[in-house]
């Protein structure tokens, strides 16, 4: 009766500290306000009390969700993150606006158990490997509170994650995900089971999902405003239609969800004592042979069909050698080096021929200028790899690319000619290329091209050269694959 009582005043006290904070800091122009109060250390306290005594204190968290610090920051975080409008056409830059004047009456429903949240907007975008993949862009309002009750569950469920999965969780990322599996790879587990999971976001049990919150989590206010944001509808071409199942793809709060659901896959795989890598809905499992391959992969697949009712592509879920697949964009090879994939450099291919396609009408230096961030973002991710022919060979490539591209903007043959000599090629030279009639790829790659567009004349125009800035990444980073070695 004395443990009842005294866990009664905790929370009765609690409550009233967390009522007493929200007063004082009413939601009134949140935009403003550049501190977060007291929000951080509350939600600090409830979050070391649910993770001590598991669900008992864990049963009032929607009033911190609600709290003028945690929707400050959701807000600072959404409109940082940017994004489109929802289906209301509201812009980020308006919500605080708006939320200055109905933002009481907002978290009043949210805390009455009031508030269903606003249809999601449908965009489809294309797939790397073919297909289509269908995103749905919540409102603004939406995204704050998604947001508020991201901040406030991540902490909770942090700590309980796999050391395995790296996938949206703070201070993880993907080069630690291939560090791991090159260490697998070179420890002699070079067969690996890829497993592909046919539209995970689309297929997660909304049942399931709730019924893992609740083991954690005893604030019924808060399950049923998760469960309607899984149920919210989706608009596509002015129609609503209903979800049944799935996390809406897009949304914040769709990732921790889905470490949620497979977090449960994660301590399956730990108990069984398999060796293997998780980033969000893509992981690997690394073995010693084909045959156990086969058997790991055949008993994984029953449990991801069985257990957690997801569906498990067989077409796209193979095993084989580490060097003929990929992960995360990369191969790795026999030896734990870590590679370029080759869908990586056509995906980077087409990337390129779209911003330099000749018909764009665009002037030399605005193509470079949208050359520069894909070309630097992409040798970045991939700073890693053992690629430095590789980037060579792309570097020349995109060079005739521009070369290509320069030439179709003189257009007439008397403006060739002009622009070469310009460029110091002889005028005998220049015509030759000028009056030849081949095409403008082929005239791209003749010396009086190369001559008159050579890397000096490619160093003024402010081209990002990615072997070089690969050599400058390889003397300040040590690649996750290498390994300390002694000589006698």
């Not at 007063?23 to 550049?34: G, I, L």
């Not at 630690?176 to 697998?184: E, I, P, R």
């Not at 082929?442 to 690969?470: K, T, V």
């Amino acid at each position: 009766m004395n443990v009842y009582f005294m866990k009664n005043q905790q929370r009765i006290g609690y409550q009233l500290d967390m009522f007493i904070e929200q007063e004082q800091n009413n939601m009134h122009q949140c935009e403003k306000r550049e501190d977060v109060n007291e929000a951080q250390p509350l939600l600090g306290g409830q979050v070391k009390r649910a993770n001590k005594q598991v669900r008992a204190l864990a049963g009032e968290l929607i009033g911190i969700v609600c709290s003028h610090g945690n929707l400050s920051r959701a807000f600072k975080q959404v409109k940082q993150n940017k994004g489109v409008a929802g289906i209301d056409n509201v812009p980020v830059d308006k919500f605080a606006d708006w939320f200055s004047k109905d933002g009481d009456s907002l978290i009043r429903q949210i805390l009455q158990g009031d508030y269903y949240p606003n249809a999601v907007r449908s965009v489809t975008i294309p797939k790397p490997n073919g297909g289509k993949r269908e995103l749905g862009i919540p409102t603004v309002q939406d995204r704050v509170i998604q947001q508020a009750i991201l901040q406030v569950l991540g902490p909770i469920y942090e700590p309980e994650f796999s050391n395995h999965s790296y996938g949206f969780r703070p201070k993880r990322s993907a080069t630690q995900a291939l560090k791991l599996a090159s260490s697998y790879v070179s420890e002699g587990r070079n067969i690996v089971v890829d497993m592909d999971m046919k539209n995970f976001f689309d297929e997660v049990n909304h049942d399931r999902l709730i019924w893992q919150l609740s083991k954690k989590i005893g604030d019924k206010r808060l399950l049923t405003l998760i469960r309607r944001y899984l149920q919210s509808g989706i608009m596509q071409g002015g129609v609503t239609s209903v979800r049944t199942k799935g996390t809406p793809q897009g949304s914040p709060l769709s990732p921790l969800l889905s470490n949620i659901v497979l977090d449960e896959l994660d301590k399956e795989l730990e108990n069984r004592g398999h060796s293997f890598v998780r980033y969000a809905d893509d992981f690997s499992i690394f073995v010693r042979s084909q045959r156990a391959s086969e058997r790991v992969k055949e008993s994984i697949s029953a449990y991801l069909t069985t257990k957690l009712k997801l569906k498990v592509n067989q077409e796209k879920s193979i095993c084989c050698e580490s060097c003929d697949t990929k992960f995360l964009g990369y191969t790795i090879l026999n030896d734990g080096t870590l590679t370029v994939a080759e869908t990586s450099v056509k995906r980077l291919k087409m990337k390129i021929r779209k911003v330099t396609q000749r018909n764009r009408g665009k002037s030399l230096e605005s193509i470079v200028s949208e050359l520069t961030p894909v070309l630097r973002g992409w040798l970045n991710y991939f700073r890693y790899a053992s690629c430095k022919r590789l980037l060579r060979n792309l570097d020349a490539w995109i060079r005739r690319k521009l070369r290509c591209y320069r030439l179709k903007q003189c257009k007439r043959t008397i403006a060739i000619k002009r622009f070469l000599k310009k460029q110091g090629i002889p005028s005998w030279q220049s015509w030759i290329l000028a009056l030849s009639g081949k095409g403008w790829w082929r005239r791209s790659g003749c010396p009086q091209a190369h001559q008159a567009m050579n890397l000096d004349w490619f160093e003024r125009l402010g081209i990002y050269n990615m072997s070089e800035n690969y050599e400058k990444f390889r003397i300040n980073l040590k690649p996750p694959y290498t390994r300390v070695r002694t000589v006698v």
